[in-house]
């Protein structure tokens, strides 16, 4: 028979409540705005801002915008695991001009998970509920900039 004292069930104790916390409610995200021209048009749209891979995993949670920041240009990859509603992706080069919009579905369970993958080296992604560029008249050769 083993018995364990008092004092380490007590030590260990915050130790085990930081471990099965939830750890997305400690996520929070910087907040900004971007600002969205094409042809005379112009948009403002806030947004959470995901500069870490944590912060990206974790994706559009409210109906708001998100963009995605990374530090080099490179082909990006998203997919919708645990995505309930619609998104359009704006994929973005290092000089602010959207390069593609591709538009994304919820997964269904039971079927496989797609994923989705910029056709160009982008620096950033907009992701924005479906239908938002269609609907505020923006489409490729936008230009998307962070006030």
């Known amino acids: 028979m083993r018995i364990v004292s008092g004092t380490g069930i007590l030590c260990a104790a915050p130790l085990v409540w930081a471990l099965l916390a939830p750890s997305s409610a400690a996520q929070t995200f910087e907040r900004g705005v971007v600002r969205i021209t094409q042809e005379g048009r112009e948009a403002q749209l806030p947004v959470e801002i995901a500069r870490t891979a944590k912060a990206r995993a974790q994706g559009l949670?409210?109906?708001?915008?998100?963009?995605?920041?990374?530090?080099g240009d490179a082909r990006r990859?998203?997919?919708m695991k645990n995505t309930r509603i619609p998104l359009s992706l704006a994929f973005i080069d290092k000089s602010g001009e959207v390069l593609e919009i591709i538009h994304l579905q919820p997964h269904r369970p039971g079927t496989r998970i797609p994923s989705y993958r910029s056709r160009?080296?982008?620096?950033?992604?907009?992701?924005?509920?479906?239908?938002?560029?269609?609907?505020?008249?923006?489409?490729?050769?936008?230009?998307v900039s962070l006030e």
Do not use: D, P, S, T
């Open 61 to 71: 949670m409210k109906n708001a915008g998100m963009l995605f920041v990374y530090q």
């Open 77 to 79: 990859f998203f997919w």
């Open 120 to 143: 160009n080296k982008v620096r950033q992604v907009l992701e924005v509920n479906q239908g938002w560029f269609l609907r505020n008249g923006f489409g490729l050769g936008a230009r």
